[in-house]
């Protein structure tokens, strides 16, 4: 059974990044949230090769979350399709995890 979920997106502004994290922690989506700058992503969009600077955020949350908060990232990000990825957390620092838990709030739910 999981224990936790990493989730990654990227956005293309740190203003953006600094916006989707703080909507996310404070709303008690996530725990926390880094931002992670001077990443470079290739990908084909709309059938052209890509090349862009981003920001990669790394998002921890509860497994009951996941859903949630992939609809809120989902509902917040200013790209068309955003990169919404989810990792399952088998195992961790036992404390970390219980931190996490308890920053997540389960009232976020079906907001």
């Given at each position: 059974?999981?224990?936790?979920?990493?989730?990654?997106?990227?956005?293309?502004?740190?203003?953006d990044?600094?916006?989707?994290?703080?909507?996310?922690?404070e709303?008690?989506?996530?725990a926390?949230?880094?931002?992670?700058?001077?990443?470079?992503?290739?990908?084909?969009?709309?059938?052209?090769?890509?090349?862009?600077?981003?920001?990669?955020l790394?998002?921890?949350?509860?497994?009951?979350?996941?859903?949630?908060?992939?609809?809120?990232?989902?509902?917040?990000?200013?790209?068309?399709?955003?990169?919404?990825?989810?990792?399952?957390?088998?195992?961790?620092?036992?404390?970390?995890?219980?931190?996490?838990?308890?920053?997540?709030?389960?009232?976020?739910?079906?907001?």
């Open positions: 059974m999981s224990k936790g979920i990493l989730l990654i997106s990227t956005v293309s502004s740190e203003e990044a600094e916006k989707i994290a703080r909507h996310l922690v709303g008690r989506f996530a926390c949230v880094n931002i992670v700058p001077k990443i470079t992503s290739f990908y084909f969009w709309q059938g052209k090769l890509q090349k862009d600077s981003e920001l990669l790394l998002i921890k949350t509860t497994k009951d979350m996941e859903e949630t908060l992939i609809n809120e990232v989902k509902r917040i990000h200013p790209y068309q399709t955003p990169e919404v990825l989810s990792f399952d957390v088998e195992n961790g620092l036992e404390e970390y995890i219980n931190w996490m838990e308890a920053n997540v709030s389960h009232e976020s739910r079906g907001k």
